[in-house]
């Protein structure tokens, strides 16, 4: 089993920066790459972005492409979502999940694990 801890959410407004993490416990070394998606209300949950533990490999939605960052810390089991230049668009609830699969994973049956969640809004 592998736990996920988000945090870092938040009230933002528009233009703003906001950086989210991903605490990994557990049996992380059953995952490969980790990922965030996200679910905004009303719609359905949407991949943002994905990174492979070992090669650092990174892959982004177009949505995010040039304003997102994900980056891990290997030594903390930490994955991280930087994000700058936030839109109203971006509100939403930011999980993220690790897969046993390798990078560029962007359908979330791929992924084993999840987290709780943590909220993101946006105000204009």
């Known amino acids: 089993q592998v736990q996920l801890v988000e945090s870092g959410g938040g009230l933002v407004q528009a233009g703003d920066s906001l950086r989210l993490s991903c605490a990994a416990s557990?049996?992380?070394?059953?995952?490969?790459?980790m990922g965030w998606f996200r679910r905004a209300p009303g719609k359905e949950r949407e991949f943002v972005a994905t990174i492979d533990w070992t090669s650092g490999v990174t892959y982004y939605s177009d949505s995010v492409k040039g304003r997102f960052t994900i980056a891990k810390d290997n030594a903390k089991n930490t994955v991280y979502l930087q994000m700058n230049s936030l839109k109203p668009e971006d509100t939403a609830v930011y999980y993220c999940a690790a897969t046993r699969y390798g990078s560029r994973r962007l359908m979330s049956g791929e992924y084993d694990y999840w987290g709780q969640g943590t909220q993101v809004t946006v105000s204009s």
């Open positions: 557990g049996r992380t070394i059953s995952s490969n790459a």
